[in-house]
């Protein structure tokens, strides 16, 4: 009986042609065509490591020298800004299949585990008071804490799952929902399933702004037509031959929900194995979805986001949207306060866009 190879001896001179030890320490010398290969500068990649270069470390044997903890997010981020497979990785850095996978699973915890509680802090009131200005200063919507959606995260069936992870693309998918700030950052993200959020300490109604007239308003969210409309999820007046303030709410509305397209626009740009099938288990696809959330919290940077809405149109990938995320019947109440803002919208108070009058 053969005695099976402990390294393959392709794997062996790694050091001499594998692209960890040569390509990737050439693009340090060039900083656009690092952001190309890895979707980020190496001060920042370094800055990255340090953070979660000790969750990486693992112990070297008298049989082989553990993976650097370097090479391990190396792979992993030319994985997630690509969505190359395993064994296409394991050929170009000269390691084995598993040995790729292995590290992909374990920086995408590492970088769960160690930078969620800073890039998605526990919410206050005096944080949705700030993002609610930000969203009246600048995009004309009063009282918003965020603008709200879900995508299709598109999988390999998993093994006997049946139709559990099935969608109405006829494809298997796991779901990103997540909430959405006026500078384009992510301030709630769940991944596979809704569940239930925890209270995330919305502040009490407030009058919306330089008018009193309608009274106290709830801090709300705003959504397309695929969420139920709730007094703290505003969504859009269904029908085009409606009246005119009704259309100035829908446009003032659409105008905020734009934030979390683009957001979601970013984010699949930077991070394009959200355009591929994800070939893990389920648990693992949560872990790589939400390290790319993570991510883009991380490296969000204002002089870039044009960048990568552009590279996101020229390719014209988008994610794929969810269709319903609840009942469309509204209660008494919440029907009460969308028209409140429609009054809102069409008194001198706030009448603050010049679009309005295109409407």
Same mark, same amino acid.
């Given at each position: ?36 290969? %890895? ?23 008298? #049989? ?9 997010? *190396? ?44 890039? %998605? ?62 500078? #384009? ?39 397309? *037509? ?5 007094? #703290?999820?505003?969504?859009? %007046? ?59 919290? #991380? ?14 149109? @020229? ?33 001198? @108070? ?10």
């Amino acid at each position: 009986m053969r005695r099976r190879m402990w390294v393959h001896p392709i794997n062996l001179r790694r050091r001499l042609f594998g692209a960890f030890h040569n390509l990737v320490a050439e693009l340090r010398l060039d900083n656009d065509r690092h952001l190309t290969y %890895f979707r980020m500068s190496a001060e920042q990649m370094d800055e990255l490591l340090s953070v979660v270069g000790p969750e990486l470390t693992r112990q070297s044997t008298n #049989y082989r020298a553990a993976i650097e903890p370097k090479q391990r997010l *190396a792979i992993t981020l030319r994985f997630l800004g690509t969505g190359e497979s395993f064994t296409s990785l394991a050929l170009q850095y000269r390691l084995g299949t598993s040995t790729v996978a292995g590290s992909v699973h374990l920086t995408c915890r590492a970088i769960e585990r160690k930078m969620k509680a800073t890039q %998605f802090p526990k919410p206050t009131e005096d944080m949705w008071r700030f993002i609610a200005s930000k969203f009246w200063s600048k995009w004309n919507f009063p009282n918003c804490i965020g603008a709200i959606d879900g995508k299709h995260v598109n999988i390999v069936a998993p093994a006997h799952s049946g139709s559990l992870f099935f969608n109405y693309k006829k494809a298997f998918s796991i779901v990103l929902l997540a909430l959405v700030d006026a500078d #384009y950052k992510f301030t709630f993200v769940q991944v596979g399933d809704f569940g239930r959020a925890k209270t995330l300490s919305v502040p009490a109604e407030n009058p919306l702004p330089g008018s009193g007239v309608q009274g106290p308003m709830p801090y709300t969210m705003v959504a397309d *037509a695929a969420f139920p409309l709730k007094t #703290y999820i505003m969504r859009p %007046f269904p029908g085009n031959n409606i009246p005119r303030w009704r259309r100035i709410f829908n446009y003032r509305l659409s105008r905020a929900r734009m934030v979390v397209e683009c957001a979601f626009g970013i984010l699949s740009s930077r991070w394009r194995v959200l355009h591929t099938r994800l070939n893990v288990k389920p648990q693992n696809a949560d872990y790589v979805v939400m390290a790319t959330c993570i991510l883009h919290n #991380y490296l969000m940077n204002p002089s870039q986001n044009q960048r990568w809405l552009d590279e996101a149109e @020229e390719r014209g990938n988008v994610l794929p949207p969810v269709r319903n995320m609840g009942g469309n019947r509204g209660s008494r109440e919440a029907y009460d306060v969308r028209e409140r803002f429609c009054t809102f919208f069409c008194s001198p @108070e706030g009448r603050v866009s010049w679009q309005d009058q295109m409407v």
